[in-house]
Protein backbone atom coordinates (compact mmCIF):
# COMPACT_ATOMS: atom_id res chain seq x y z
CA UNK A 1 0.00 0.00 0.00
CA UNK A 2 1.33 3.46 -1.02
CA UNK A 3 0.14 6.65 -0.18
CA UNK A 4 1.14 10.78 -0.52
CA UNK A 5 0.49 12.70 2.85
CA UNK A 6 0.92 16.51 2.23
CA UNK A 7 1.76 19.23 4.17
CA UNK A 8 2.07 22.41 5.14
CA UNK A 9 -0.73 24.67 3.94
CA UNK A 10 -2.27 27.36 5.34
CA UNK A 11 -3.09 31.10 5.18
CA UNK A 12 -0.52 34.36 3.90
CA UNK A 13 -0.56 37.36 3.14
CA UNK A 14 -0.19 38.30 -0.20
CA UNK A 15 3.46 38.61 -0.67
CA UNK A 16 4.13 35.88 1.79
CA UNK A 17 6.05 32.77 1.38
CA UNK A 18 5.09 29.06 1.99
CA UNK A 19 6.08 25.79 1.49
CA UNK A 20 4.07 22.29 0.66
CA UNK A 21 5.76 18.90 1.29
CA UNK A 22 4.77 15.90 0.12
CA UNK A 23 5.70 12.56 1.49
CA UNK A 24 5.14 9.24 -0.53
CA UNK A 25 5.43 5.97 1.80
CA UNK A 26 5.09 2.39 1.53
CA UNK A 27 6.14 -0.28 -0.66
CA UNK A 28 8.36 1.92 -2.99
CA UNK A 29 10.42 0.36 -5.26
CA UNK A 30 11.11 3.48 -7.43
CA UNK A 31 9.36 7.38 -7.23
CA UNK A 32 9.01 8.43 -11.11
CA UNK A 33 7.77 11.84 -12.20
CA UNK A 34 6.31 14.03 -9.04
CA UNK A 35 3.96 16.76 -9.34
CA UNK A 36 1.64 19.39 -7.87
CA UNK A 37 -1.68 20.85 -9.24
CA UNK A 38 -4.03 23.07 -7.93
CA UNK A 39 -8.05 23.36 -7.96
CA UNK A 40 -9.84 26.12 -7.02
CA UNK A 41 -12.95 26.41 -6.29
CA UNK A 42 -15.37 25.94 -9.46
CA UNK A 43 -12.11 25.40 -11.45
CA UNK A 44 -10.89 22.02 -13.26
CA UNK A 45 -7.31 20.80 -11.19
CA UNK A 46 -4.28 22.15 -13.35
CA UNK A 47 -0.64 21.32 -13.50
CA UNK A 48 1.33 23.93 -11.21
CA UNK A 49 4.46 22.10 -11.13
CA UNK A 50 6.44 18.89 -12.27
CA UNK A 51 9.79 17.24 -11.55
CA UNK A 52 11.46 14.03 -12.97
CA UNK A 53 13.58 11.54 -11.11
CA UNK A 54 16.17 13.34 -12.95
CA UNK A 55 14.80 16.48 -11.77
CA UNK A 56 13.95 18.09 -14.13
CA UNK A 57 10.99 20.67 -13.67
CA UNK A 58 8.53 22.33 -15.93
CA UNK A 59 5.90 25.06 -14.43
CA UNK A 60 2.58 26.44 -15.49
CA UNK A 61 3.67 29.87 -16.82
CA UNK A 62 1.84 31.77 -14.10
CA UNK A 63 4.16 30.88 -10.97
CA UNK A 64 7.33 30.97 -13.07
CA UNK A 65 10.20 32.79 -10.97
CA UNK A 66 7.60 32.00 -7.96
CA UNK A 67 7.46 28.74 -7.22
CA UNK A 68 10.20 26.38 -7.57
CA UNK A 69 9.35 22.66 -6.68
CA UNK A 70 12.43 19.85 -5.74
CA UNK A 71 12.17 16.49 -4.39
CA UNK A 72 14.81 14.81 -2.05
CA UNK A 73 14.56 10.93 -3.46
CA UNK A 74 16.27 9.06 -0.24
CA UNK A 75 13.02 10.89 1.63
CA UNK A 76 10.53 10.34 -1.16
CA UNK A 77 9.16 13.40 -0.95
CA UNK A 78 8.60 16.31 -3.32
CA UNK A 79 8.12 20.13 -2.58
CA UNK A 80 6.50 23.20 -3.39
CA UNK A 81 8.26 26.43 -2.66
CA UNK A 82 5.72 29.14 -2.82
CA UNK A 83 7.19 32.72 -2.99
CA UNK A 84 5.16 36.14 -3.98
CA UNK A 85 2.14 34.69 -3.37
CA UNK A 86 -1.26 36.49 -4.93
CA UNK A 87 -4.46 36.11 -4.23
CA UNK A 88 -5.01 34.01 -7.13
CA UNK A 89 -2.90 31.21 -5.95
CA UNK A 90 -5.66 30.27 -3.25
CA UNK A 91 -6.61 26.69 -4.21
CA UNK A 92 -6.77 23.52 -3.03
CA UNK A 93 -3.16 21.77 -3.54
CA UNK A 94 -2.48 18.32 -4.53
CA UNK A 95 0.77 16.48 -4.91
CA UNK A 96 0.54 13.24 -7.49
CA UNK A 97 3.56 10.69 -8.54
CA UNK A 98 3.81 8.04 -10.08
CA UNK A 99 5.52 5.25 -8.18
CA UNK A 100 6.69 1.73 -9.12
CA UNK A 101 5.48 -0.43 -6.50
CA UNK A 102 4.71 -3.74 -5.89
CA UNK A 103 5.08 -7.29 -3.83
CA UNK A 104 8.35 -9.77 -3.53
CA UNK A 105 9.04 -10.08 -7.56
CA UNK A 106 6.24 -8.60 -8.68
CA UNK A 107 5.77 -4.57 -9.55
CA UNK A 108 4.26 -2.50 -11.16
CA UNK A 109 3.74 1.51 -11.75
CA UNK A 110 0.53 3.23 -10.37
CA UNK A 111 0.15 6.64 -10.11
CA UNK A 112 -1.15 8.42 -6.99
CA UNK A 113 -2.57 11.44 -5.22
CA UNK A 114 -2.49 13.11 -1.96
CA UNK A 115 -5.07 14.69 -0.03
CA UNK A 116 -5.03 18.01 -0.62
CA UNK A 117 -3.87 21.09 1.12
CA UNK A 118 -5.34 24.50 1.26
CA UNK A 119 -4.07 27.11 0.14
CA UNK A 120 -5.70 30.91 0.92
CA UNK A 121 -3.87 33.97 0.00
CA UNK A 122 -5.66 37.00 1.48
CA UNK A 123 -5.21 40.65 -0.01
Known amino acids: QVQLVESGGGLVQAGGSLRLSCAAS????????MEWYRQAPGDQRRLVASITSSTSTIYADSVKGRFTISRDNAKNTVYLQMNSLKPENTAVYYC?????????????????WGQGAQVTVSS
Open 26 to 33: GSIFRVNA
Open 96 to 112: YAIIATGIGSTWYTKSY
